[in-house]
C-alpha cells in the first residue's frame, strides 16, 4: 500500500533469489530489513523465520512464526516451519500437537497427514501412526492425481502396524503397497523381508526380496535383505558375498554389519 510495503516486497524477492546459501548474512539481511519496513508482510516473517533456523536462531525463529495470524495466506507456511524446527528440536510433543491440530482442521491436506503420522512413528506411537495413515490412504482415494502415491501410503501404514506388533493388520497392508506398484523396490523387500524374519512364506517371500534386488542392485539395504535372506534358509555360501557386497556399499551401517558377522 505504500513505499515502505513495496521495499519490503522488494527485499523479499532479492533475498529468495540469493537464499541457496541459507547462511549468507545478505539474504538474512534483507528478510530482517524487510519485517521491519513491513511488519504486516508474514511471508517475509516466515522466511526471516527459516533463515535464523538455519543459523541457530531458533528462539527467535519461534518466536517471529508465532506472531503470523492464523488468518494469514502464509499461516500454513508458519506452522510447518514451526513444526520442522521443534522436531529438530526434538521438542517432538509440542510438534505433534501442531501437527495434529494442522491435520484435523478442513483445510487440512495431504502432507499434513502424513506429518502427523510420521511424528507419532517417532514418538514410536505406531499404532496411532497406523491410523493416521489410513485417514492419508483415504484422502489420497479420493484425489485422481494422487494415485501413483497411494502405494507408498500403504507402505507406511503397514510399517507402523508391523513395528506396533501387529502383523496380522500389517502385512496385508504391505500386500497392497505391492499390488498397487509391483515394481517399487522398497515394498517388495519390505513385504519379502517381514514374511522371511517371521518365517512366513519363505519361497515367496524371497522371490520378493530377489526381485527387488533385481529392480535395484545397488541398494545395500536391499542387498542386505538378500544375503540374510539366503542366511535364514540356511544357504551360508550365497550369504556370505551378498552381505560383504552390502558391506562394502554401506560399511558403516550396524545391522548390515551383524548380518555379515552372523
Known amino acids: 500500500l505504500d513505499a515502505a510495503g513495496g521495499i519490503a516486497a522488494l527485499f523479499v524477492r532479492v533475498a529468495e533469489a540469493i537464499q541457496a546459501d541459507p547462511r549468507s548474512p545478505v539474504a538474512i539481511t534483507l528478510a530482517r530489513l524487510a519485517t521491519y519496513l513491513d511488519p504486516t508482510n508474514d511471508g517475509a516473517s516466515v522466511m526471516l523465520a527459516r533463515l535464523l533456523a538455519t543459523v541457530g536462531q531458533t528462539d527467535s525463529a519461534l518466536q517471529l512464526l508465532g506472531k503470523v495470524p492464523v488468518t494469514s495466506p502464509y499461516s500454513p507456511a508458519a506452522i510447518d516451519t514451526r513444526v520442522a524446527i521443534l522436531t529438530e528440536l526434538e521438542r517432538r510433543d509440542e510438534a505433534l500437537a501442531l501437527a495434529t491440530a494442522k491435520s484435523g482442521g478442513p483445510d487440512a491436506t495431504l502432507a499434513d497427514i502424513v506429518r502427523t503420522g510420521d511424528l507419532l512413528v517417532a514418538l514410536e506411537r505406531y499404532a496411532a501412526a497406523a491410523t493416521v495413515y489410513g485417514?492419508?490412504?483415504?484422502?489420497?482415494?479420493?484425489?485422481?492425481?494422487?494415485?501413483?502415491?497411494?502405494?507408498?501410503?500403504?507402505m507406511l501404514k503397514g510399517g507402523a502396524h508391523e513395528r506396533a506388533g501387529q502383523w496380522a493388520e500389517a502385512r496385508p497392508a504391505l500386500e497392497q503397497a505391492v499390488a498397487l506398484s509391483p515394481l517399487q523396490p522398497v515394498a517388495l523387500n519390505y513385504l519379502g523381508y517381514a514374511q522371511l524374519e517371521r518365517r512366513e512364506n519363505v519361497k515367496a517371500a524371497m522371490a520378493l526380496i530377489e526381485r527387488a534386488s533385481q529392480l535395484k542392485p545397488d541398494d545395500p539395504a536391499i542387498t542386505d535383505s538378500l544375503g540374510w535372506a539366503h542366511y535364514l534358509v540356511g544357504d551360508v555360501a550365497k550369504a556370505i558375498p551378498v552381505l560383504e557386497r552390502a558391506v562394502q556399499g554401506q560399511p558403516g551401517d550396524p545391522t548390515i554389519n551383524?548380518?555379515?558377522?552372523?
Open 135 to 154: 485417514r492419508a490412504i483415504a484422502m489420497a482415494e479420493r484425489a485422481p492425481d494422487m494415485a501413483d502415491r497411494i502405494w507408498s501410503l500403504w
Open 258 to 262: 551383524e548380518h555379515l558377522g552372523d
